[in-house]
Structures are given as C-alpha cells and as structure tokens.
C-alpha cells in the first residue's frame, strides 16, 4: 500500500520570498517520488522526480526537493517565488503493482 | 511532436447514456493510465495498462471500463455514466513502469458533465 499526505492545502507567500511546499509519503516498496505543476486550466507538467539516484533532485524553473528516508518526506522548495509559480502543485508516488498515488494538492498564491 | 491526445475535450451527457472517451499516444510507451481530478481530492487512478491486452484497476475502477488492443490507445468507456462521474479525466503513458522513475506524460484533460 502507498500513500502521500500533502501537508498544506493552500500556500501563501510573497514574491521573491521562498516557497516550501510539503510533501510525506509512505510506500511498502522503494518509491519513486515525483512533483506535477498545474497552472489554471491547464495540463500537468513534471517538476522534477526522484529515483534513488541522488537525494536533492533539481528540477525546472528553479525548483528543487530533497528526499528524507527516515522522514519520509519529499519537500519542495524554491528560493525565490515569481508570480508565474501561482499554480497548484501535486506530489506523486508510484511504487509496486505500477499503481500512482497522487497528493490532493497544494495550491500556491503569490503576492506581488 | 510526440504527445498524448484525448477526444472529446468537452463533454456534456446524460444520465444512462453510453460514452467514449479516447486516449492516443505517439510516443511507442508502453504504460498508460486514466485519472480522474475532483477539486480536494488530487487525481486518483482509475485503470492502467502495463501493455496491450493488459490492465489493471486502479483506485476508483467503480462505473468505467478500459481495453488496450493497441499500444497507442487506451480508450475510456463509461457504460451508464451518472451524475457522479462529473469530472476532469486525464489519460497519461509512460515508457516504461513507473517504479524505474519513468515520468508520466499527461493529456490535455476531457471535462465531462453527466446531468
């Protein structure tokens, strides 16, 4: 069985200041781990993912997110928001039996 | 341009009556699956195919049936769509199983209404 738990619903912040997004997970098998932006009405686009190779993982446009086994989290950050982060952002397992658990997301707002 | 397509983009039904949605990729991946998005809820699985003629349910297999004769396409079919099946459905392949890390690539979205 796999799970992930976005911790917040809603994330405020102002422009130019950082940007954490949370993110735990749990998972019977070795996960991997990945971050799906949507920007109002649109589609999904990888941010960046996790495989076991390297526990910071980059990603696009400035983000990144480190992997914590013992925590089982899978944050992600970013050092300075821009307006055109304002999205909602999804954490995502995939694990045993090709099965995907998505977070329920975590809308980001922008303040200028 | 390698890419995932789904038709209709828009649809608005009624209750009991039978409906496709289809799903087609370009991208010779073996993996493909259906979401559905629910505001509050993320997305949740509904079916994925690890190759043709195999599929498994996902977590909200209740209402839908799948086929994958080929590899490129993975139709979605609702035999008595109800009011509750109201949503925004994805169709997302992959190339190969996901727990090597294989990123999934999304369709743009089918927005059903089912009065």
């Known amino acids: 069985a796999q799970s992930v738990t976005q911790l917040d619903s809603h994330v405020s912040v102002s422009e130019g200041t950082p940007v954490l997004l949370r993110c735990n997970y749990s998972?019977?098998?070795?996960?991997?781990l990945f971050w799906y932006v949507q920007h109002p009405n649109k589609g999904l686009q990888l941010l960046l993912k996790?495989?076991?190779?390297?526990?910071l993982v980059k990603g696009i446009n400035g983000f990144e997110a480190e992997f914590k086994k013992s925590e089982t989290s899978f944050h992600l950050t970013k050092p300075s928001a821009h307006m055109s982060d304002a999205a909602e952002y999804f954490c995502?397992?995939?694990?045993?039996?090709?099965?995907?658990?998505f977070g329920t997301g975590t809308k980001l707002q922008v303040i200028p | 341009e390698a890419q995932v397509t789904q038709n209709p983009r828009y649809l608005i039904t009624v209750t009991g009556k039978k409906l496709t949605v289809t799903c087609s990729q370009n991208?010779?991946?073996?993996?493909m699956s259906w979401y559905r998005q629910d505001p509050g809820l993320g997305l949740r699985q509904i079916y994925y195919?690890?190759?043709?003629?195999?599929?498994d349910k996902g977590d909200v297999p209740e209402g839908y049936k799948v086929s994958r004769k080929e590899k490129r396409n993975f139709p979605l079919i609702l035999e008595s769509p109800s009011p509750n099946q109201t949503s925004l459905y994805f169709c997302?392949?992959?190339?190969?199983?996901?727990?090597?890390?294989?990123?999934?690539?999304f369709g743009p979205g089918t927005r059903l209404t089912v009065t």
């Open positions: 997302a392949s992959s190339p190969a199983l996901l727990g090597g890390g294989y990123e999934q690539y």
């Open positions: 996790y495989t076991s190779a390297a526990t």
């Open positions: 195919s690890m190759n043709v003629e195999v599929t």
């Open positions: 991208m010779n991946h073996e993996y």
């Open positions: 995502v397992v995939a694990g045993g039996y090709q099965k995907v658990t």
């Open positions: 998972s019977s098998y070795s996960p991997s």
